[in-house]
């Protein structure tokens, strides 16, 4: 089970009704192998090097990259002035994972956990870290087909 999202100051949903200060976010349970990861900050070449490190993290995962897909929520405070151009993390995940999916929005904070960092210090994921300001969070997902019980 893989639970991501972010944190919303407004929403206007699909009958014109505006709400304020939502969380929004995904669960997703099953035939399902997933993984996630956080990027934090810092100066540029920091702010780099650590989303270069997090997509790495999900490209040497063991999910399956057949038949996945990638969420990624991010802090309206990440872009240009963080990575030194727009659209960064998108296209840095795009060019580690040609054939995935990916879908995601903007907050004022992202929730998630960082899955991988946590399984090399030997700790399970869930109950802590979840919400995350100036940071993105990075799902890679795969849906994994059931083999049929053996007669």
């Known amino acids: 089970m893989v639970i991501v999202g972010a944190y919303s100051d407004n929403y206007l949903f699909y009958n014109s009704e505006v709400t304020y200060r939502e969380i929004i976010g995904l669960v997703f349970a099953g035939n399902l192998q997933a993984t996630s990861t956080v990027i934090t900050g810092g100066t540029k070449q920091e702010s780099l090097q650590n989303l270069d490190d997090s997509v790495q993290s999900l490209v ?3 999910v399956p990259k057949e038949n996945s897909f990638s969420l ?6 990440r872009g ?9 993390e998108y296209l840095t995940l795009k060019d580690a994972l040609p054939g995935t999916a990916v879908a995601g929005f903007n907050g004022t904070a992202a929730f998630g956990c960082d899955t991988e960092k946590l ?12 919400l995350h300001v100036d940071a993105s969070v990075l799902c890679l997902g795969s849906f994994t087909h059931s083999k049929p019980p053996s007669s």
Do not use: W
């Open 60 to 62: 040497n995962s063991d």
């Open 72 to 77: 990624m929520f991010s802090c309206f405070s």
């Open 80 to 88: 240009s002035m963080t990575y030194g151009y727009e659209n960064a």
């Open 119 to 130: 399984k090399l210090r030997g700790i399970k994921p869930g109950g802590r870290d979840f």
